[in-house]
Nanobody, 125 residues
Framework: QVQLMESGGGSVQAGGSLRLSCVAS????????MGWFRQPPGKEREGVAR????????YYADSVKGRFTISQDSSENTVYLQMNSLKPEDTAMYYC??????????????????WGQGTQVTVSS
């Protein structure tokens, strides 16, 4: 089993920044693809960014490219999401997810097995 715990959400004005953290515990050795997803109010969940833990390759949704950065600290079993130039449309519950898969570059939300409880991000105009 793998447990994921997100933190770092909050309220910020448009143009501001936040950094989300996701700490993994349990049997994390094989969790080689981790991702951030979000669910805006009244909308479906969408992918934000993924990282292939083994090689460090990263993948982003078009809506966040150039503004968000996913990174990892393997020694701390932690994945981060640095969010800059935040917009009101970034308001959502953000979730961390993990899966044992080498196909990180094509995975969708339904492919991920382990999920955190989420952390709320609210961006005001």
């Amino acid at each position: 089993q793998v447990q994921l715990m997100e933190s770092g959400g909050g309220s910020v004005q448009a143009g501001g920044s936040l950094r989300l953290s996701c700490v993994a515990s349990g049997y994390t050795a094989s969790m080689n693809c981790m991702g951030w997803f979000r669910q805006p109010p009244g909308k479906e969940r969408e992918g934000v960014a993924r990282i292939y833990v083994g090689g460090g390759s990263t993948y982003y949704a078009d809506s966040v490219k150039g503004r968000f950065t996913i990174s990892q600290d393997s020694s701390e079993n932690t994945v981060y999401l640095q969010m800059n130039s935040l917009k009101p449309e970034d308001t959502a519950m953000y979730y961390c997810a993990a899966v044992d898969s080498a196909y990180c570059y094509i995975l969708q939300g339904t492919d991920f097995v382990y999920w955190g409880q989420g952390t709320q991000v609210t961006v005001s105009s």
